[in-house]
């Protein structure tokens, strides 16, 4: 799965109780995969609906808009 716009595979959530903290994560192989320390992450994971930001442009969506390929 990749960014709709610039096809990077590294993206991030914003805690929603703290729109400073974030947690990235990259689906590299189709699964998600949170880097480094991903503690606070949301426990059920990354939903269709969850907001996702890419690490590289300005791209902003639900998960599910990512393309897959």
Do not use: I
Request: with cysteine.
């Amino acid at each position: 799965m990749k960014c709709p716009l610039c096809g990077c595979q590294n993206f991030f959530l914003k805690n929603p109780n703290d729109e400073f903290e974030t947690y990235e994560f990259s689906v590299a192989s189709g699964d998600v995969s949170f880097s480094g320390d991903a503690d606070g992450a949301p426990a059920e994971g990354v939903q269709k609906t969850t907001e996702t930001f890419c690490n590289r442009c300005s791209w902003h969506g639900p998960f599910q808009e990512l393309k897959n390929g």
